[in-house]
C-alpha cells in the first residue's frame, strides 16, 4: 500500500513548480491525484496574499492555462497536473491557499452599495463573481470604471458612497 500524499504537500508542490512529482507517484496515488484536480483548481486559484499582483497572478494563470478547455483535458491527468504547476508564483515560495466556496446563488439585493453598483453594471455575471470582484476592486477603481462607463460625479457619490 503506498502513501497517501495530503492535498497540503500537493499544493505545495503545485506552488514549488514539481511537475516531476506525477512520475514518482504510483498507481494508486496517481488516482488520488487525479480525483482531486478540481479540488486543486479551486484552492490553487485563491491565495491569500496581500500583494494584489500575486492574487492575480494565481487567478488569471489558473483560468488561462488550467482552466481552458478543462472538459477535453479531462482524459490526460498527467497534463492537467503539469498545467497546474505552471501556475506557480516564483516556483521558490508556498503560499497559503484557501478554498473558494461556491456560495448560495442569491439574486436579491446586498446592503453592500459596491456590490449593488457592480451587478448593476455586470447583469449577466453570477452574484458570486460579482461580490470576489467587488472584493478585488478598490474604491477608487470602482470610480474610475464608473467614470468610464458615463456616470457623473454626483450619480457615482450616490450610488457609491
Not at 448593476?120 to 478598490?138: G, I, N, R
Request: aromatic share 12%; proline share 2%; with cysteine.
Amino acid at each position: 500500500m503506498s502513501e497517501k500524499i495530503q492535498l497540503s504537500e500537493k499544493i505545495a508542490a503545485v506552488d514549488l513548480n514539481y511537475r516531476s512529482l506525477w512520475d514518482e507517484m504510483d498507481e494508486e496515488q496517481q488516482k488520488a491525484l487525479k480525483g482531486e484536480l478540481f479540488i486543486l483548481n479551486r484552492y490553487i486559484s485563491n491565495v491569500t496574499n496581500n500583494n494584489r499582483e500575486i492574487q492575480e497572478h494565481f487567478v488569471l494563470t489558473v483560468n488561462e492555462y488550467y482552466n481552458r478547455h478543462w472538459f477535453e483535458l479531462q482524459k490526460h491527468p498527467k497534463l492537467l497536473w503539469m498545467l497546474l504547476c505552471m501556475c506557480s508564483y516564483d516556483s521558490e515560495t508556498v503560499f497559503y491557499h484557501e478554498w473558494i466556496s461556491k456560495s448560495p446563488k442569491s439574486t436579491k439585493k446586498s446592503n453592500n452599495k459596491k456590490i449593488n453598483f457592480l451587478a448593476e453594471l455586470y447583469p449577466t455575471m453570477k452574484m458570486d463573481e460579482v461580490q470576489m470582484l467587488a472584493e478585488l476592486t478598490s474604491d477608487i477603481e470602482l470610480k474610475v470604471l464608473a467614470e468610464h462607463y458615463g456616470f457623473d460625479k454626483q450619480e457615482i457619490n450616490k450610488k457609491l458612497k
